[in-house]
């Protein structure tokens, strides 16, 4: 419990420990955050359809990564999300102590810095609440107990984000010339809350909230809050995701990118942090079930474009994927067709 950034960063400098080797600190550079990240308007779906399905192929294809307006989740939904994840960080520290665990197998749990901190030579400055959120009547007696509000408010978030995940990956099936209802039941029948907290660094030139990665799972909606530190690595470049009021960042994930046999790109993103203001961040994984396989869709491949990757179980992906410390292409070198 006492390492959790958020119990110990009023003390002053950064630890030694939280030093990224050069290679990876994010330095002083002003990221642009400029308009690089296209933004989607899906309202617009129900007017000329055919061009929201392009233009969300197209961002899939090029950036991996986009955000969405008008995307039907409720500006109301979305800042009690916000303010209820808030509250929660915001606990005094008995109020969380129950659920702090450095376990990666705990179904719902309060950690720190990554998966598994004792693993690797430095940490991540951020603290993490995640659990699963489906069967929502099965686990939301694991959820945290406060807020009051946290159980409903979370509730309604997960079953809206997700409601959201699937219309995007119905128009991706559809640009792709997949059936619709494709990644309907067991490809995206797991879901985890993810919700992050990054408080003010006292250096944020020397660390990360979190390092350069891939989301290994099929799709990840995002709200991010008013706050910059998203920031996703495209031609050798790092480009700031311009927090956008009511918006949502949609990240492709590696099982998306698996199945579309390349077809699709995941971003490689990461997370700076900054020295001034807490930055909260609430993420739905929308997942596999772990025994689910996983291969490229049967109707993108052929002679001419033969699968890039062998069937197998997420789970045995999964666990391969959290010992490669963000190496995408590691991650998937097992699983990978050699041609
Ligand atoms: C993640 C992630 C981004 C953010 O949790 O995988 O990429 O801005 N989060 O918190
Ligand atoms: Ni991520």
Known sequence: MERLVSSWCHDGALPQSYICPPETRPGKLTIPSDDNIPVINLGEASIN????????????????????????????LLNDTMNVVAEFFGMPMEDKASLYSED?????????????????????????????????????????????????????????????????????????????????????????????HYPPCPDPSLTLGLPKHCDPNLITILLQGTVHGLQVFKDGQWIGVQPLPNALVVNIGLQLRIVSNNKLK???????????TTRTTVGLFISSCDDNIIEPAKSLTSAAEPPLYRPFRYREFLSYYYSTMGDTELALQPFKVSI
Do not use: M
Not at 49 to 72: D, P, W, Y
Not at 266 to 276: A, D, F, L
């Open 104 to 196: 990666p197998n705990k179904v719902c749990r309060l950690y720190t810095s990554k998966t598994n901190y004792g693993t690797g030579k430095y940490h991540f400055w951020r603290d993490v609440l995640k659990h699963p959120c489906h069967q929502l009547e099965a686990c939301t007696k694991l959820w945290p107990r406060k807020p009051t509000r946290y159980r409903d408010v979370i509730g309604t978030f997960s079953v809206e984000a997700k409601k959201l995940g699937l219309t995007i990956l119905e128009l991706l099936c559809e640009g792709l010339g997949l059936e619709s209802r494709y990644f309907e039941d067991d490809l995206s029948g797991a879901l985890f809350l993810v919700a992050n």
């Open 266 to 276: 995941s971003s490689e993103h990461r997370v700076v942090t900054n020295s001034k």
């Open 49 to 76: 359809r055919n061009n929201t399905i392009i233009n969300v192929l197209k961002a899939s294809q090029e950036f991996g990564c986009f955000q969405v307006v008008n995307h039907g989740v409720s500006e109301k």
